[in-house]
Nanobody, 123 residues
Framework: QVQLVESGGELVQPGGSLRLSCAAR????????IGWFRQAPGKEREEVIC????????YYLESVKGRFTASRDKVKNTVYLQMNSLRPEDTAVYYC????????????????WGLGTQVTVST
């Protein structure tokens, strides 16, 4: 059974850092694109960044460029989202999703989703 499990979300102060994890279970994610999405209360789910099956990063939000990076650990079958210089507007539930090889840029382009992890940036 294919599963994605996110972890690492918590309350952090503005300017702080967090690293989210997306662990794959039931499949080997090496050639799969992993998209990171976020959804704030009352807003639509939006794609933040995607790591393609060839480990190319594609950014979908200008506001996270230079602050967020995605990486893959093939041994641990896990993709990470490193978030630095966090801002209150980064507060959201963060989800990872997967599809084979190519990033989508759209919610409908992904086949499997995790349940999300809450990130709160506040004093």
């Amino acid at each position: 059974q294919v599963q994605l499990v996110e972890s690492g979300g918590e309350l952090v102060q503005p300017g702080g850092s967090l690293r989210l994890s997306c662990a794959a279970r039931g499949f080997i994610m090496n050639e799969y694109a992993i998209g990171w999405f976020r959804q704030a209360p009352g807003k639509e789910r939006e794609e933040v960044i995607c790591l393609s099956g060839t480990d190319r990063s594609e950014y979908y939000l200008e506001s996270v460029k230079g602050r967020f990076t995605a990486s893959r650990d093939k041994v641990k079958n896990t993709v990470y989202l490193q978030m630095n210089s966090l801002r209150p507007e980064d507060t959201a539930v963060y989800y990872c999703a997967t599809t084979y090889m190519f990033c989508s840029g759209d919610v409908q382009g992904y086949d499997f989703w995790g349940l999300g992890t809450q990130v709160t940036v506040s004093t």
